[in-house]
């Protein structure tokens, strides 16, 4: 018999019970479940609100329900729905009718919500540990690659030079953001909502602030209505690792466009490619392409739950069982994406003199060759014009600006001199770009520094 059967004189249809369950995908909440019924029943032992023998009782039992789980040796029943009334049901099992106290003040609406919080807080930390794992690949690239000059892109066209070290802080920093992210959002979720009921609490005298701390909680949920209908931190999860993945994907079509044949910046190590069934020249950039494409399978599950508490009046209403198996996924595909593409990035070749031949064709040091002007005393607008003819005279030539003779500098403008080939040199390019965030050896270093000071400060969560 279920344990809410007493209203109700007739059994629930088969096909109801196979689709009203849960337990098939929140089975994974089993430790979040027991460690909440653990502190609720410690709990309801030191207010009088149990026997405080018969809470021993329940924790003892709850605790060896949890090693069974562990040791494979506990099998869920549909028929209790889900992970709450399954372990219920085995509790009372183990110890009879003292099993029955443990939902006394309680209902499977804060229960869930604790549950819920528990394991993202959890997660959160996980995935933010495997966050900054890339994050310390990318220094580490970076730290040998500051003298890579490579073009910069703007509208996929070639538009100034920068270094390869430059490109991967550039990731470093968006990652940096991700994990304040996820830190924000674990910080928002800190609250605990048992003792909120079904919706408006509960009449025993329960101490709200004990299971909070118990729970490693740092406060408790201000109105109980919200504590049992927040979604927000599941979507606000769900919102961060889209913005995760979507950093990914985007340095995945990176990739996949360095890697190809027309461009050839990096080539990706074996062990993190794949071959063509009919085409044995091919090496694909699988796991970039997948990571890319997995990123939809997030933005999905950030879909689902906005769509999914859009409409529902407060407290409860059973559409949020549907908040889960979309999180589940989200956190265990961004869980599968990070390792391997970390891996990928770690393994990868750089090709810098493919970089280099690229960087010396499109004219991507116009500007360099206008803020040369500049300094001679042209005004920017007019030095842009100036630098504008030249590059027309190269085209015409089939030249770039450094190949051209001083003579057909000096047809443009009396300004310029011998000193500009040093000016139009990719390398003093880059180095001259030494202002803070720049691409500059220095200015690079000092990025390193700080993602590497940040890495550090965050050591201990």
């Known amino acids: 018999m279920k344990l809410w059967a007493g209203r109700f004189h007739k059994e629930t249809d088969e096909k109801v ?6 337990i098939g995908f929140d089975a994974r909440l089993y430790r979040e479940d027991i460690a909440g019924s653990i502190a609720h029943a410690t709990m309801l032992g030191e207010q009088g609100i149990i026997d ?18 562990e040791a494979g040796k506990v099998s869920f029943s549909v028929d209790n729905e889900d992970i709450h009334m399954n372990i219920e049901t085995l509790l009372t099992g ?3 009718a003292t099993g029955k106290r443990l939902h006394t003040a309680r209902s499977r609406n804060d229960q869930v919500a604790v549950d819920f919080k528990l394991y993202l807080k959890k997660e959160a930390l996980s995935i933010r540990s495997l966050v900054m794992d890339l994050m310390e690949v990318l220094a580490r690239k970076a730290e040998g690659t500051m003298e890579t000059v490579m073009p910069g892109y703007t509208h996929l066209q070639r538009a100034q030079p920068t270094t390869f070290a430059h490109y991967m802080m550039a990731y470093a920093n968006m990652l940096r953001r991700d994990v304040t992210r996820l830190e924000d959002c674990r910080e928002r979720m800190d609250e605990c909502p048992l003792g909120s009921g079904a919706l408006a609490s509960t009449t025993y005298p329960v101490d709200r602030q004990r299971t909070a701390r118990l729970l490693g909680f740092s406060r408790v949920t201000e109105n109980s209505l919200d504590g049992v209908s927040d979604r927000d931190f599941a ?27 027309e461009f050839r910046f990096i080539e990706l190590d074996d062990a993190y490619s794949t071959g063509s069934s009919i085409m044995p020249q091919k090496k694909n950039p699988d796991v970039a392409e ?18 999914l508490m859009k409409g529902l009046p407060l407290a409860y209403n059973k559409d949020m069982q549907e908040d889960k198996e979309a999180v589940f996924d989200a956190v265990d595909t961004v869980k599968r994406c990070l390792p391997v593409f970390s891996a990928m990035i770690d393994t990868l070749t750089v090709k810098p003199e493919a970089m280099k031949a690229a960087a010396s064709r499109g004219f991507i040091n116009a500007t360099d060759c206008a803020d040369y002007l500049v300094r001679k005393g042209i005004p920017f607008r007019d030095a842009y014009g100036i630098v504008g003819r030249l590059v027309s005279l190269c085209m015409d030539k089939g030249k770039n600006l450094e190949d051209l003779p001083l003579s057909d500098f000096r047809s443009v403008s009396e300004a310029f001199g011998p000193d500009v080939y040093e000016a139009l040199d990719l390398r003093t390019c880059v ?16 990025q390193i520094g700080s993602i590497r000071s940040f890495l550090e400060s965050r050591k201990n969560p």
């Open 17 to 22: 019970d196979d689709f009203n369950s849960s």
């Open 235 to 261: 979507i606000e999860m769900c919102s961060a690792l889209s913005v995760l993945m979507m950093h990914l994907s985007r340095f995945s079509e990176e990739l996949i466009l360095w890697c190809s044949w």
């Open 94 to 96: 183990r110890i009879g």
């Open 52 to 69: 405080p023998g018969e809470a021993r009782a329940i924790v003892a039992g709850l605790a060896s329900i949890r090693e069974d789980i």
């Open 431 to 446: 180095q001259r770009r030494n202002v803070e965030g720049g691409p500059a050896r220095s200015a690079v270093e000092k």
């Open 290 to 307: 997948l990571v890319r494409g997995k990123t939809g399978r997030v933005y999905g599950a950030l879909t689902t739950l906005l769509t």
